[in-house]
């Protein structure tokens, strides 16, 4: 097992924020924890490659923006996770959630998840869904009162076996 302990990494976020319950669903080969810095050597933009263009900015620019997402704490944080397989070192999947702090609802705090991607040889063995139940639950804890994502017509079916329902219609405008 070449699987670095947690706490020799530099993580984005404190690592106990991740539900235990998830941690003992996952198989002994692979491992939940927060982003970390050297996962820019461990395949985390190839797994979030499988979701859209995601080029390699370079180590420099990949740490600005480690360190830029690392500084917003509080109301405007962001966790992003990673499953990690502990025979390769490898990422194998990957997810945000980010706290957005409202004026309405009694100053309340929506969670928002973004950009979860499992690795093509890995998908279909539930890391998906432990991706997210990881997310949604560092959501609520945090105390948002919702929790929102926006998907492909593809994914909403996957995205109901994870207790989301279908609210709204997605709008966007590209530059
Ligand atoms: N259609 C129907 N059911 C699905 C789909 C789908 N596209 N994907 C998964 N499921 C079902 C599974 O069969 C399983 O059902 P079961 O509990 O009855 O067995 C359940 O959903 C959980 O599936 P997982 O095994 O956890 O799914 P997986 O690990 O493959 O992850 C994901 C799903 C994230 C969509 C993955 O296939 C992937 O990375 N796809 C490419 C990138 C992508 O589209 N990401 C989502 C973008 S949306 C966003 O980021 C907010």
Not at 93 to 117: M, P, Q
């Amino acid at each position: 097992m070449s699987l670095t302990l947690d706490n020799q990494l530099d993580l984005l976020f404190p690592a106990n924020l991740i539900p235990a319950d998830v941690k003992s669903k996952l198989p002994s080969d692979l491992h939940i924890r927060p982003l970390a810095l050297t996962d820019y050597h461990r395949g985390h933009l190839d797994v979030l490659s499988v979701l859209t263009d995601a080029p390699d900015p370079g180590l420099h620019a990949y740490t600005a923006q480690f360190n830029r997402l690392r500084a917003s704490s509080g109301f405007r944080s962001t966790y992003t996770l990673v499953i990690l397989n502990s025979d390769s070192d490898k990422v194998v999947a990957v997810g945000t959630v980010f706290i957005e702090a409202k004026f309405t609802r009694n100053l309340g705090l929506v969670g928002h998840i973004e950009d979860i991607a499992v690795d093509k040889s890995q998908q279909g063995k539930k890391l998906g869904l432990r991706v997210i139940e990881a997310l949604t639950s560092i959501s609520e804890n945090a105390g948002c009162y919702k929790t929102i994502l926006n998907c492909s017509e593809a994914n909403v079916a996957f995205y109901d076996k994870c207790g989301y329902s279908r609210k709204g219609a997605e709008m966007a405008k590209y530059t």
